[in-house]
Nanobody, 117 residues
Framework: QVQLVESGGGSVQAGGSLRLSCAAS????????AAWYRQAPGKERESIAT???????NYVESVKGRFTIYRDNAKKTVYLQMNSLKPEDTGVYYC???????????WGQGTQVTVSS
C-alpha cells in the first residue's frame, strides 16, 4: 500500500506564500495523474490542481495564476507552490493519484493551511 504524506502547511496572512509537499513511499508520480485537493471547513474535498505523467497541468479557476503544481526528478514528490494566498484558500490540503479521474490511494493526513486577513 502506497503511503502519502502531506506537509508544508501553516498559518499565514493574506498575500503570503507556502509550498506544500506530497511525499509518496514509492516512485508513483512518473505515471498517471497526481492531484492536489482542498477541503475547506464544512465542505467536501475538491481537486484544485493536477499534473499528468506527460506534464499536462490543470488548475481550478480560483487558483490559476497563484498556484503551481510540479514534481521532483525522482517522481516521488509532488509540490504545490501557493502565492498570493487568500482567506478562502483556508482548508486541509491532500494529494492523491488518479485513475479515470478518481483518487485511488488511501488519503494521507493532509496539511492544514490557514490564511488570515
Amino acid at each position: 500500500q502506497v503511503q502519502l504524506v502531506e506537509s508544508g502547511g501553516g498559518s499565514v496572512q493574506a498575500g503570503g506564500s507556502l509550498r506544500l509537499s506530497c511525499a509518496a513511499s514509492e516512485s508513483i508520480f512518473g505515471s498517471g495523474v497526481a492531484a492536489w485537493y482542498r477541503q475547506a471547513p464544512g465542505k467536501e474535498r475538491e481537486s484544485i490542481a493536477t499534473i499528468s505523467y506527460s506534464g499536462s497541468i490543470n488548475y481550478v479557476e480560483s487558483v490559476k495564476g497563484r498556484f503551481t503544481i510540479y514534481r521532483d526528478n525522482a517522481k516521488k514528490t509532488v509540490y504545490l507552490q501557493m502565492n498570493s494566498l487568500k482567506p478562502e484558500d483556508t482548508g486541509v490540503y491532500y494529494c492523491n493519484k488518479l485513475l479515470m479521474g478518481s483518487p485511488r490511494l488511501q488519503w494521507g493526513q493532509g496539511t492544514q493551511v490557514t490564511v488570515s486577513s
